[in-house]
């Protein structure tokens, strides 16, 4: 019987320890709740990131972060039996800067010489790549090939959606409607004329873009910021090649004038 007494005993012993073990388990288990909320808490909001874009894709010059750049044309001249004008180009331009001759299409053309002088010289013309968030892509262009037999060089082409200078394009950017220029109180009342030439991009829409003002010449700073607030402010027709608008830059003169005693 002493034996059994003896069960009994450790029995008791195992039952009164067993309130220290679900303590161990507990603390275990808050351990690892701790660690779990720490690599939450590590994690935290995240950032959508897009994912790069497609390279199969064919993208719109209006779709891609920089469009293609014209890095090397070739040598070239002017047709033989040709005549002056501008013929546009459309094609692929693919993600490693090369024409795709079977996109290339002329959309414009003033005659069946200069249409094949500017396809030719269009597909042997190597350009850098169009981009999207950095990735390079392919990219739908139009590009404008101009035959003048009297300009040096003879023949020129742009990528369209670049800004052109004004001698570049065939219809240049006329001002249509402005605001009326506000002449600085003190000059005014000093007696001082002025004179600032303003320099500005104009959009496709007769728009002066945002950002693209400044100051070229100012006979007094004191002028500056009323002319620039009267270009802002100005309406232009479109510049144009080929028909089709262009962006273009543009230098104003913004004349301050006394006003004249009759």
């Known amino acids: 019987m002493v034996p059994r007494r003896d069960g009994a005993r450790a029995q008791a012993r195992r039952r009164r320890a067993a309130p220290a073990d679900c303590g161990a388990l507990n603390g275990g288990s808050m351990r690892r709740a701790v660690l779990l909320g720490l690599a939450v808490a590590a994690c935290g909001p995240t950032t959508f990131v897009p994912p790069p ?8 010059a209006s779709e891609v972060d920089e469009l293609p750049e014209i890095v090397l044309t070739p040598p070239s001249h002017y047709p033989a039996g040709g005549s002056d004008g501008v013929v546009l180009v459309r094609l692929v331009i693919d993600s490693a800067g090369n024409p795709e001759p079977a996109t290339l299409v002329v959309v414009q053309g003033s005659d069946s010489v200069t249409s094949a002088a500017a396809r ?12 999207v968030r950095g ?64 320099q500005a991009v104009v959009d496709t829409t007769g728009r002066v873009e945002e950002g693209s003002v400044r100051v070229l010449q100012s006979s007094d700073a004191r002028f500056n910021q009323a002319a620039e607030d009267y270009v802002k402010a100005a309406r232009f027709t479109a510049g144009r090649i080929a028909g089709r608008g262009v962006r273009v830059l543009v230098e104003l003169p913004v004349e301050f004038k006394l006003p004249t005693r009759d």
């Open 120 to 131: 030719a010289l269009v597909l042997k013309t190597l350009f850098r790549p169009a981009r």
């Open 135 to 198: 990735h390079v892509v392919q990219v739908s262009v139009d590009i404008p090939v101009e035959f003048a037999a009297e300009a040096v060089p003879p023949v020129t082409l742009h990528v369209s959606g670049d800004v052109y200078g004004e001698a570049a394009v065939q219809e240049r950017p006329h001002l249509t409607s402005s605001a009326t220029l506000a002449y600085p109180a003190a000059l005014l009342l000093s007696h001082v004329p002025g004179r600032v030439v303003v």
């Open 53 to 60: 874009p497609s390279p199969t894709r064919v993208y719109g």
